[in-house]
């Protein structure tokens, strides 16, 4: 679905967040078409660099603008396609089980969503992928936090720094390391949603049944009488 330029105009000029709460950036501009559709955003994220981010990544979620990053918006496609196939693989299935269309005007249909979904299982194994590497890199930054908490409560048990300091500055480490887990815990359960989908026993049932019947009807050779072979043989 197209975000229109009037849903985001008013974000112009202000920070926007990941999923987590995290500041991604300031919204500097955003491009549009004729028919008012924004096409893609220039977001701040430094004071000397702006990045673009496509229109698909960005969704405007209970009056705030979110940036979804790269395993996320993967990840989402990915489970709406499949949430999409599945319903339509039993819809046909049933319409093949009891319309009286003919079977193989509807077996069309089936080989071709069957194909699709070969395809989808081959996006889902990298998007898991891509969110297992996603999720090895947060446990190395959790645990650069953990180091930098140990070391800031070390500093401030030896007197070195002020309880103030010690209380601002432990504040925003934790902060930081809610939003990792946050993400950490979104990320696997994530994955859960894309292996219930792919363990679905429509998805799972055998997609090339059509294609496995159509070749054992050509190696048969049905037209070719059993006796006539033996003969064949024999005249050789």
């Not at 491009?31 to 096409?39: A, L």
């Not at 969503?113 to 299982?121: E, G, M, R, T, V």
Request: net charge negative; no cysteine; hydrophobic share 40%.
């Amino acid at each position: 679905m197209s975000i229109k330029v009037e849903e985001v105009s008013g974000f112009l000029g202000l920070e926007i967040h990941d999923p987590y709460g995290r500041i991604f950036g300031t919204l500097v501009t955003f491009y549009s078409n004729v028919h008012g559709e924004v096409e893609g955003f220039e977001v701040k994220v430094a004071d000397d660099k702006i990045v673009y981010i496509e229109p698909e990544k960005i969704r405007v979620d209970e009056g705030k603008l979110v940036v979804f990053p790269e395993w996320k918006f993967r990840a989402i496609t990915v489970i709406e396609a499949l949430d999409r196939a599945l319903k339509r693989k039993k819809a046909i299935e049933k319409t093949l089980s009891q319309s009286d269309l003919p079977g193989s005007v509807i077996e069309t249909y089936l080989k071709k969503l069957n194909d699709d979904i070969k395809k989808l299982k081959n996006e889902a194994v990298k998007a898991k992928t891509e969110i297992k590497v996603r999720i090895n890199r947060i446990e190395d930054e959790v645990l650069h936090v953990d180091k930098a908490l140990v070391n800031l409560q070390i500093t401030y048990l030896s007197g070195e720094i002020s309880d103030t300091a010690y209380r601002k500055s432990s504040e925003q480490l934790k902060r930081i390391k809610g939003w990792l887990l946050e993400e950490m815990g979104d990320a696997r359960s994530t994955i859960e949603k894309i292996e219930k989908l792919e363990s679905s026993p429509v998805l799972l049932a055998d997609t090339s049944k059509q294609e496995s019947k159509e070749g054992a009807e050509m190696t048969a050779a049905p037209n070719t009488p059993a006796e006539d072979v033996v003969v064949m043989l024999s005249g050789e």
